[in-house]
């Protein structure tokens, strides 16, 4: 499947999809064997196993997602019950942003560069397809990127904000009808869409296509500019910063659920007829149910993230220092690994709704029966 590069063209090591060419620039030439106790061959396997891993997650990863947020957004907006709901709202703009990471996702996917153990590397995809969109224009390389970083950007804080909503409907149940209001969600929405955006436009002059014998690939033109960026957007604001708050947002929203689950019971024990007590607990699994679905993606999005968060920060204090082999091999293997965890991040919500929400379940045979019905009666005309 994959077409072999040229030993002539001098790919860089380390540069496999465009993130550590700096490093591989700078120090490459310096480094001495007898310096390390593993061979370059050695590191080249495990590199190739790390880049195995990520291509052939994505191929089911990257279609699975898309398919999924789509489906999402097509119960979330054809669902008059789920539409006018600030919680649906608020789900199929998570369903957009995920998207949009997918999609920048796929476009680094399709110009995938794997490394053999001899140390020649692999395009993944004949480029006589035309599908290396990523290292093939500067448009091409810079809108990669810009739709990676905005995307996290706003999938990470709009699950924030559903966190904090979720949170004061537990806390107040009483007062979250006036707290928020569908208008005042989109107006958050916008706000955030936008942020996330603007702040994901420092690839536009920090990365560009760089030829480097004769091989134009996607690199870092602007390296001091581009590594201020990348602490403040994507170390801080995509990763550290709404990982915690989400983190200490659903502890103490599952803290709270528990509390009112035991005072629940407390008033249902109390209760004189069976009938006004089944009633009431039908009423109490209806009202949860979303805020349960809501504490899920929380939940899922703290599982996914940290991993990679804390092997990105590993990964990226060791950019622009020399590293022995055992380092490299470790650091690389969980960063790869890890990224592709994350980016399971924005695949899997449309199956933590079916799993986690009776009503979306419903609306997802509407859907489909709906379709079904359309196709059955075109058939028979």
């Known amino acids: 499947m994959c077409a072999l590069l040229n030993e002539t063209l001098g790919v860089d090591k380390n540069d496999s999809n465009g993130n550590d060419s700096y490093y591989s620039e700078r120090d490459v030439n310096t480094k001495s064997l007898s310096d390390y106790a593993l061979s370059e061959a050695y590191v080249n396997f495990y590199k190739g196993v790390a880049e195995d891993i990520l291509f052939y997650g994505m191929c089911i990863v990257g279609p699975f997602g898309l398919l999924g947020n789509l489906l999402s957004v097509c119960v979330f907006l054809r669902s008059p019950s789920l539409r006018r709901t600030t919680t649906g709202q608020w789900l199929v703009a998570l369903a957009i942003a995920d998207s949009t990471v997918l999609i920048g996702e796929i476009f680094r996917w399709l110009s995938s560069v794997r490394i053999h153990i001899s140390g020649k590397y692999f395009y993944c995809f004949p480029p006589s397809l035309g599908l290396n969109f990523f290292h093939a224009t500067s448009a091409g390389c810079k809108i990669t990127h810009f739709l990676r970083y905005s995307g996290s950007l706003w999938s990470a804080w709009i699950t924030v904000a559903i966190a904090v909503e979720r949170l004061i409907a537990v806390a107040w149940p009483l007062k979250i009808a006036d707290i928020s209001t569908p208008r005042r969600v989109q107006i958050l929405i916008a706000l955030i869409a936008f942020s996330g955006l603007a702040l994901g436009l420092f690839p536009f002059w920090t990365v560009d296509l760089l030829a480097r014998k004769n091989v134009p690939r996607c690199r870092i033109s602007n390296e001091r500019a581009y590594s201020l960026w990348n602490d403040i957007v994507i170390k801080f604001c995509s990763l550290f910063i ?36 089944s009633t009431s607990m039908r009423l109490i699994s209806v009202e949860a149910q979303m805020t349960i679905m809501l504490v899920a993606v929380c939940v899922s999005t703290v599982a996914l993230r940290v991993p ?20 490299e091999i470790t650091s690389y293997f969980a960063y790869r690994l890890t990224d592709l965890i994350n980016i399971i991040n924005y695949a899997v919500n449309f199956l933590l709704y079916c799993l986690c929400g009776s009503s979306f379940r419903k609306e997802c045979e509407k859907l489909f029966c709906r379709c079904s019905k359309r196709h059955a009666q075109i058939y028979v005309e």
């Open 242 to 277: 709404p990982c915690t708050l989400i983190t200490v947002l659903t502890v103490v929203i599952i803290g709270l659920l528990y509390h009112a689950r035991n005072r629940r019971k407390a008033c249902l024990s109390a209760s004189i007829k069976s009938r006004q007590q």
């Open 308 to 327: 990679y968060t804390i092997a990105y920060h590993i990964r990226s204090n060791v950019w622009y220092i020399r590293r022995s082999n055992e380092t």
